[in-house]
């Protein structure tokens, strides 16, 4: 059996489908402060009412564009803005000692990524060395 769930700003939509045809279809107001466990109490009650308990959903089918309504803002302020100036960034760069340490940072990520072999062999064989410290038992 599949669970159908469509959530949206008003309303959440569910049913429960059998190859074939629809066993049970619920409309329940969707409530912001409302808790996933009342969401659960709910979802255990329709399915009492067909006889069905949660292990007999094998798959499910989720659907829902709320979303839609946070992100959607956050990428028309990301990218739906005039184009920068070529003299924009003019004032941006790095001083001194923070230079050094970005171009020390991306030479051991630009080794490590080429030869990954040779930076895990020298820290095996640096862990060689280590012993565990030996432990007594206390006995009365």
Known sequence: MILA??????????????PGSWLGRWRIRTVHERMPDE???LFERFLRRLDLETGDIERLVLASVVSAG???????????KPA????????????????????????ALL????WPNRVMDVAHSSSQGVQ???TRVLTD
């Open 132 to 134: 565990p410290v030996p």
């Open 70 to 80: 946070y992100y959607l803002p956050v990428v028309m302020v990301m990218y739906m």
């Open 5 to 18: 769930v469509n959530v949206g700003n008003s309303s959440t939509a569910f049913g429960i489908y059998s």
């Open 39 to 41: 969401y659960s109490l």
């Open 84 to 107: 920068p100036t070529d003299h924009a960034h003019e004032q941006t760069g790095l001083i001194g000692s923070a230079r050094w340490v970005v171009g020390v940072a991306a030479l």
């Open 111 to 114: 080794l490590f990524g080429v």
